[in-house]
């Protein structure tokens, strides 16, 4: 019969306690910096002419991340509040109402004349948007280059350690 003991229980016991709380700290530390890289490389790398042609700037501004904790599950989020963003995402085929503005024009009947604000109308248009992802195509790059993956392995390492 071959008999065996752990010398130093306690502090195996301490260790072993103490690693759902290291391992969390370590994933949520981990999901904040994919977040982050996500969002810049949608930035960088979706939203300066690779995916959409930037024509203001206002959707790159617009994209942001946050790290949510709760409680059973950390979740980083990469998204946009701009409007149009979602259509742009997704696509979008339909009718679409444009509210009355005001409108510069420059040229009338293909001359040139001085420029003279007009009064535009509220009208509805046709809208046949292709889908022209930033966003998922971003995570799906992120998931086949194996970033997210390493990423969590290295925290689980870290918290083990």
Same mark, same amino acid.
């Given at each position: 019969?071959?008999?065996?003991?752990?010398?130093?229980?306690?502090?195996?016991?301490?260790? *072993?306690?103490?690693?759902?709380? %290291? =391992?969390?700290?370590?994933?949520?530390?981990? #999901?904040?910096? =994919?977040?982050?890289? =996500?969002?810049?490389?949608?930035?960088?790398?979706?939203?300066? @002419?690779?995916?959409?042609?930037?024509?203001?700037?206002?959707?790159?501004?617009?994209? &942001?991340?946050?790290?949510? &904790?709760? !409680?059973?599950? #950390?979740? !980083?989020?990469?998204?946009?509040?701009?409007?149009? @963003?979602?259509?742009? $995402?997704? @696509? *979008?085929?339909?009718?679409?109402?444009?509210?009355?503005?005001?409108? $510069?024009?420059?040229?009338?009947?293909?001359?040139? #004349?001085?420029?003279?604000?007009?009064?535009?109308? $509220?009208?509805?248009?046709?809208?046949?948007?292709? $889908?022209?992802?930033?966003?998922?195509?971003?995570?799906? &790059? *992120?998931?086949?280059? !194996?970033? #997210? %993956?390493?990423?969590?392995?290295?925290?689980? %390492?870290?918290?083990?350690?």
């Amino acid at each position: 019969m071959i008999d065996g003991y752990v010398v130093g229980t306690e502090s195996v016991i301490r260790r *072993f306690d103490s690693m759902p709380g %290291k =391992l969390r700290v370590q994933l949520k530390i981990a #999901i904040t910096r =994919l977040a982050i890289k =996500l969002q810049r490389y949608v930035k960088s790398d979706k939203l300066s @002419g690779q995916v959409l042609n930037v024509r203001t700037g206002t959707l790159r501004r617009s994209i &942001d991340q946050v790290v949510v &904790d709760q !409680g059973d599950r #950390i979740i !980083g989020k990469v998204s946009t509040n701009v409007g149009y @963003g979602k259509r742009h $995402e997704y @696509g *979008f085929t339909g009718a679409e109402t444009v509210e009355a503005h005001m409108r $510069e024009i420059k040229k009338a009947w293909g001359r040139s #004349i001085t420029p003279r604000q007009v009064q535009i109308r $509220e009208h509805t248009r046709t809208v046949n948007l292709p $889908e022209r992802s930033f966003l998922r195509s971003a995570l799906r &790059d *992120f998931a086949e280059t !194996g970033v #997210i %993956k390493t990423e969590l392995e290295a925290a689980v %390492k870290k918290a083990v350690k």
